[in-house]
């Protein structure tokens, strides 16, 4: 196959952007695909351009064209031979960068950097080499990019790797001391990045010290890979390194080197080498945070967002440790200035003002993940966020939500005179709706009305006045009628007291009732409706004014002046809505007048057969098993709803009714230890969909999820059935058991069973231990527990002693014929047992023989089973008390 022309390669490159997948199938196959790419970027004719553009698609869909480890290897190789064919020259160095990335990029998207490849050996090697040469003294300038490139890789390795270069620490810093060129700061992230690492790993694992880490200088930590994810940046609070003086020292002069040339790297740069350092001295406990105190004065000063963002960090990581009181303050009202800074974009105010709601206190109160204010943020110190008509709608509700909340949390006529000035913006933004500002404007005044209502929905006068200038709106753009709903939900949701969404869902309720039906309201009738369901499911706003306008329109439609499939739909969604929420005495009468005249005179077939439908629900079902039937999902108890609802008969209410059994026809039985088999206990005829309930008569465990059998017949075999148990304490219990089922008649029955007893070992279980183990390490494991178990006057941990003359049972039949799963280990006569009890408990047991009786030793982590332990072992002995 001849080499393609760039102009080909680049409609190659555009198809397969357009769709990798359908690409990739048309053609003969990947691999030639892959193939081609791969001959070509060795060829001469095309341009470093394309070449370029051709390497990208590696970068961006690897996984695409290497589907397996092998493809990524050879792929890999492929591309170091043509890395090691370039010339080292200035105009090739793009080139050559792009190779160095997509080669790592392949390796660990394919998964196939590890140890035992030799692309991955070869990749590292090459990247140690092109870093190794600093301040260009083996290739000159023209291959500066590549060296960054180079630094640029090695830390994408420990970053997806966290501990590879763990042992090369020493030459890694050296480099950095070495190096003077503007590739300076990619060597100092590389170096911060590798000492964060190694140090977590360190205190993870305890192997070693902190002295021979930062001595390191030869080999690669290859068992990094397989332990990728052991230590996270996010778990740095339950890890604790304490390193001798001499060491403590050491790291003390790493930090301050890479601290005192922070200043020459970029703003972002910086904010990556400070939280670098900052995990590590948060680790490592003899190290005072105070080596932070002097950058702060730097930090302080600064107007680039990422520094003020490592300030923030520094603050949240180590608070009144290395902040004071006045430093705090400080920072809190630079950031108050900063949010309302004219110069600074939007973007970077909404960032100021997030960082105002999440600030990290010396004493927070609360949890940080959620919004919350600084204690020093008063009315006083944020009146200047208060925000305008002029402000972007991102910018406005991120001021008025941070306003809100320094009024709601302060007292005072300051707090007071700012609930006023935020109301009055409100209802300015309320005009603007008015004048016709658009679905923009529309939008920010319903969010700004969601705000106040989830702060100060308490406040009786202003929340009334809210509601009159949203039914004042209302009155004037019928439109607005999908906003009011979500207002509705939305409210509904956050606050405690629904007294407003009722109060303003009556308010709207008169409106639309008292509306004239005149033309052209066909237009608004819709929009009305729509707001009647939503108001429809408030059981405590009286409906029959809106039954009343729902007669009017029916009336209407008797008429022909109304007929409208849409409208009749709409009318029948507020029937349903009533049906399902509203107590039957409330709109009963009405609503089954309203149903029937609908029936009869509304001119649409469809609508016709849907009211009939909901006037014979409404005639027959009680109100509880209508709201299930009405129910999103409907309910079991109405299955055979669908197929019997026409038939309008005494067997269409029967079918309906759940009837008590005559008698119980069915029974539990134990066929093993935790398997209940349900068997007839008569012969009855077949019975289908059979639903068990299981009722706790306690709260020792978790509720018991139903079980259901779709048919069961005294000719065909009992079922087994499994019972998921969770425990929250191991103690017996008792399961009440009920049974509802459908005989061939179609007739529901509902009968009480005999209750379940959950006895204390059917929550048993056995150690978990591998089956590779041999018995000296089950021994050595079961010795750990027993001592890590013994009581010390803290905790629940107990221990017990029980005995018994073997003449009864002789031990060793007893250990093996109720203990054989739990047993650990033998010894000299001695058996040791474990039994796990869920959620969280274990109970040991060391049983031997001494002169003719039976001795056990108990051990526990929860006292309070010893009870009902002594009891089985009571019953499986054989004691008589």
């Not at 140890?115 to 870093?131: F, I, N, P, V």
């Not at 302080?300 to 490592?310: D, I, P, S």
């Not at 048919?711 to 969770?726: I, V």
């Not at 023989?849 to 009870?867: F, M, S, Y």
Request: aromatic fraction near 8%; charge should be negative; charged fraction near 15%.
């Amino acid at each position: 196959m001849g080499v393609r022309s760039g102009e080909s390669w680049a409609q190659l490159i555009t198809s397969f952007r357009a769709g990798p997948v359908a690409f990739l199938s048309s053609g003969d196959s990947d691999d030639a695909f892959l193939a081609e790419l791969l001959q070509d970027l060795s060829s001469e004719r095309i341009s470093e351009q394309t070449k370029v553009s051709m390497l990208t698609l590696l970068l961006e869909f690897p996984t695409q064209l290497c589907p397996e480890p092998e493809v990524g290897e050879r792929v890999a190789i492929s591309l170091l031979t043509n890395f090691a064919q370039l010339p080292h020259s200035p105009k090739l160095s793009w080139l050559r960068r792009h190779l160095l990335l997509v080669i790592g990029t392949v390796l660990i998207s394919t998964e196939a950097f590890g140890e035992s490849s030799r692309a991955s050996h070869d990749y590292l090697s090459l990247l140690l080499h092109l870093a190794s040469d600093l301040n260009d003294q083996r290739q000159g300038l023209g291959d500066r990019g590549v060296r960054a490139a180079a630094c640029e890789s090695l830390r994408e390795l420990e970053c997806c790797y966290p501990g590879l270069l763990s042992r090369r620490l020493d030459s890694l810093r050296s480099m950095q001391q070495q190096e003077l060129t503007p590739v300076h700061q990619g060597y100092t992230l590389l170096y911060s990045l590798a000492l964060r690492n190694a140090v977590l790993l360190l205190a993870h694992r305890g192997e070693g010290t902190l002295g021979e880490l930062l001595a390191g200088n030869e080999g690669l930590a290859w068992e990094a890979i397989e332990n990728a994810g052991a230590v996270s940046p996010a778990s740095i609070d339950c890890l604790l390194l304490l390193p001798t003086p001499t060491e403590t020292k050491e790291l003390k002069s790493v930090l301050s080197q890479l601290l005192d040339d922070s200043y020459l790297l970029a703003p972002s740069a910086q904010s990556q080498l400070l939280w670098h350092l900052a995990q590590v001295v948060c680790v490592v406990r003899t190290q005072s945070p105070v080596i932070f105190k002097a950058q702060l004065m730097r930090l302080f000063g600064t107007a680039h967002v990422a520094l003020l963002h490592a300030s923030l960090q520094l603050k949240g990581l180590f608070t009144d440790s290395l902040f004071t009181a006045e430093d705090e303050a400080f920072l809190l009202r630079r950031l108050v200035g900063m949010a309302q800074h004219p110069s600074l974009p939007s973007p970077v105010k909404l960032f100021y003002l997030d960082c105002l709601l999440h600030f990290p206190e010396n004493r927070p109160l609360g949890s940080g993940s959620e919004e919350g204010l600084p204690v020093l943020l008063t009315p006083r110190l944020a009146s200047c966020l208060f925000p305008s008509l002029f402000n972007d709608p991102s910018t406005m509700l991120a001021r008025l939500n941070l306003l809100s909340l320094v009024c709601l949390e302060n007292q005072g006529p300051e707090a007071e005179r700012g609930i006023g000035y935020i109301f009055e913006h409100i209802l300015a933004l309320a005009s603007t709706v008015v004048g016709k500002g658009g679905h923009e404007a529309t939008g920010l005044f319903f969010r700004t009305a969601y705000l106040f209502a989830r702060y100060f929905g308490s406040r009786v006068q202003l929340m009334a006045e809210l509601t009159g200038t949203l039914v004042g709106l209302y009155r004037q753009r019928c439109s607005l009628a999908p906003n009011l709903i979500n207002l509705l939900n939305e409210t509904q949701v956050v606050l405690d007291d629904p007294a407003w969404p009722m109060a303003l869902s009556k308010a709207l309720q008169e409106l639309i009732v008292g509306v004239p039906l005149l033309p052209p309201w066909e237009r608004e009738l819709g929009l009305h409706l729509k707001l009647l369901a939503r108001m429809a499911k408030e059981s405590g706003v009286p409906q029959g004014s809106t039954v009343g306008f729902l007669q009017r329109l029916v009336r209407l439609a008797g008429a022909r002046r109304l007929g409208d499939w849409h409208i009749g739909q709409a009318l029948l969604t507020i029937c349903r809505n009533l049906m399902q929420h509203q107590p039957p005495l409330a709109v009963g009468c009405q609503l089954v007048e309203l149903l029937q005249d609908v029936s009869l005179s509304y001119p649409d077939v469809d609508v016709q057969d849907r009211a009939r439908f909901y006037y014979t629900l409404l005639a027959c079902l009680s109100h509880d098993k209508l709201g299930a039937v009405l129910a999103p999902g409907g309910c079991l108890k109405a299955r055979t709803l669908s197929s019997s609802i026409m038939a309008d008969s005494e067997n269409f209410t029967a079918a309906l009714t759940v009837h008590p059994a005559p008698q119980c026809l069915l029974q539990l039985k134990r066929e093993t230890l935790s398997l209940p088999m349900l068997a007839p206990a008569s012969a009855p005829p077949r019975l289908f969909c059979l639903l068990l309930r299981f009722e706790r008569s306690d709260n020792f465990y978790e509720p018991v999820p139903d079980i259901c059998v779709p048919c069961l017949s005294a000719a065909r075999p009992p079922p087994l059935l499994t019972l998921h148990l969770q425990p929250l304490c191991p103690y017996p219990t008792k399961l009440a058991v009920s049974a509802l089922y459908t005989t061939q008649a179609g007739l529901t029955y509902w009968s009480q069973l005999e209750p379940l007893q959950v006895t204390f070992p059917d929550i048993f279980l056995p150690l978990a231990l591998p089956m590779a183990w041999d018995p000296e390490s089950r021994r050595h494991l079961f010795d750990t527990l027993w001592s890590s178990l013994c009581p010390e006057g803290v905790g629940d941990c107990a221990e017990s002693l029980f005995c018994w003359p073997t003449s009864q049972q002789p031990l060793g039949v007893l250990v093996q014929t109720h203990f054989a799963s739990y047993l650990v280990a033998e010894e000299s006569g001695i058996y040791k047992i474990a039994i796990v009890l869920p959620p969280r408990y274990h109970v040991l047991l060391q049983a031997q023989e001494i002169q003719g009786a039976a001795r056990i030793a108990i051990r526990t982590d929860n006292w309070k089973v010893l009870p009902h332990l002594s009891a089985y072992l009571r019953e499986v002995a054989g004691v008589v008390e």
